[in-house]
């Protein structure tokens, strides 16, 4: 084919070229013009009123979390053994990042969270010791924990250095003690025996473990507060005292 063949297809090519471009831009523009009432119709939120719906829209529950039946929070911090202890809000303490935050006296109990709780999942048996100290010191004391990710699961009740009633789960039964509370049987909380598997005739484990779960907040609410029941006025304008755990447990 010679140079004078070509030249007519090459001015085809950029016709159709020029045709599918130009109809590309229609659509566009079409969609555009439908999407536009809508894009203005969206309300425009201003600094203020942004921050504020982030805070309703973040939950106040830590993974896991003491509650003290007292109004004594010197008395807490002092069987704490807290060190570098310094002012902090509830609503950034309760978040569960600091390593210790004890909250002020709501309702009756004082609440006991961070990083710096000994996890029973991990050494059930440091958190015994941990718990059984506090609750000589204190009187009566709780404890909840909660893992979503990992559907871990922990309550444990005790008074005057004495278990009332505890549960640990983390894959298998690691602490079981006490007799099932009411509040247990009627929230349908299932709670194995050590060394027993739940059987997969009876009901799927993940379910199992995922109920348990998500019903620890309930169970703390029957026997005492769910952090993320606290209003968010009270979050906001009370603080509690940060600091440091004074050694390993």
């Avoid at 902090?88 to 969270?113: M, N, S, V």
């Avoid at 909380?189 to 998500?214: G, H, I, R, W």
């Avoid at 009270?234 to 447990?249: F, H, N």
Wanted: proline share 7%; net charge neutral; with cysteine.
């Amino acid at each position: 084919m010679n140079t004078q063949d070509l030249i007519p297809v090459l001015l085809l090519t950029l016709l159709s070229l020029s045709l599918i471009a130009g109809a590309a831009t229609i659509l566009l523009i079409m969609h555009w013009r439908r999407k536009r009432p809508l894009m203005a119709a969206a309300p425009v939120l201003d600094p203020e009123t942004f921050d504020q719906l982030t805070r309703c829209s973040f939950v106040h529950r830590p993974h896991a979390w003491v509650a003290v039946r007292s109004r004594n929070l010197p008395a807490v911090q002092a069987a704490l053994g807290l060190s570098n202890p310094r002012p902090c809000t509830c609503f950034q303490g309760l978040t569960g990042e600091l390593r210790l935050f004890i909250t002020p006296p709501l309702h009756g109990w004082i609440l006991i969270t961070g990083s710096g709780l000994p996890d029973p999942a991990e050494d059930v048996d440091i958190s015994f010791r941990f718990l059984m100290d506090l609750s000589r010191k204190l009187g009566h004391v709780q404890f909840f924990s909660a893992t979503p990710a990992l559907n871990h699961h922990s309550w444990v009740r005790a008074e005057n250095g004495r278990v009332i009633r505890a549960y640990c789960w983390a894959g298998r039964t690691l602490w079981n003690q006490g007799v099932k509370t009411q509040a247990e049987i009627d929230l349908g909380m299932k709670c194995f025996q050590y060394c027993e598997c739940p059987s997969v005739a009876l009901f799927n484990a993940v379910d199992f473990e995922a109920s348990n779960t998500e019903r620890v907040p309930l169970l703390a609410s029957a026997w005492s507060i769910d952090p993320a029941a606290i209003d968010e006025h009270t979050l906001e304008v009370t603080s509690g005292i940060a600091g440091e755990p004074p050694r390993l447990y």
